[in-house]
């Protein structure tokens, strides 16, 4: 039954892959604590529409237009750019998406659709993601300075990824473990990350003693 439902996985994964092309950009802000008060950070992540999975983009609590040119650099970079075999990204009226950083998309071979203005609902896998960041995990945890927040973020991220089921992927992984085709019973174990705020079963293999 595990190896089925592991197989189904990753199947999912690879037919949702060949149907990639678009993806969605968005900031997400989050209140950081540090010693002289509270800061506002700015999140900027890209989602893949079609497998749902999510690339920081950046993180940063004074964006401008150096910081998103070399954001753009990073995205389109011809070898390990996640936008390097995106068609189409999804953006919204934000002044931070200037036109330098709308034509390095350009140039990649990467088409900009710019949304009409106050229209989140267009751009809903984004907003969704950010809500599932907040709900899940940001709510629950004060940021205590940026290194605090990035381990927060990455650690979303990671189980998000390989280990929260996704409806929109027929309740399957983004990014399933390989099936283990050796014999012997299996058994479920619970795994936590950041000290029980993220929590997923976990299937492991039983050794016959």
Request: glycine share 10%; proline share 3%; charged share 20%.
């Amino acid at each position: 039954m595990v190896g089925q439902y592991l197989q189904h996985s990753a199947r999912l994964s690879r037919q949702t892959h060949c149907c990639g092309g678009t993806a969605g950009a968005e900031f997400s802000t989050v209140e950081v604590l540090r010693g002289f008060g509270l800061v506002r950070y700015y999140v900027f992540f890209v989602i893949d529409i079609a497998t749902r999975r999510v690339h920081i983009a950046g993180i940063t609590s004074q964006p401008n237009e150096t910081w998103m040119k070399q954001i753009g650099r990073n995205l389109t970079d011809c070898v390990y750019g996640f936008l390097k075999q995106t068609r189409y990204l999804i953006l919204d009226r934000d002044p931070l998406y200037t036109g330098v950083f709308r034509q390095m998309l350009k140039d990649a071979g990467v088409n900009v659709v710019r949304l009409p203005a106050r229209s989140p609902d267009l751009n809903s896998y984004a907003e969704r993601w950010i809500q599932s960041l907040r709900s899940e995990c940001l709510s629950r945890v004060i940021p205590l300075g940026e290194r605090h927040l990035r381990n927060l973020i990455s650690e979303y991220v990671a189980h998000f990824h390989g280990e929260r089921n996704h409806q929109g992927l027929g309740n399957g992984l983004i990014e399933p473990p390989a099936a283990n085709t050796n014999s012997g019973k299996s058994g479920i174990r619970r795994r936590e990350r950041l000290g029980g705020v993220l929590n997923c079963a976990h299937v492991f293999l039983r050794r016959d003693t």
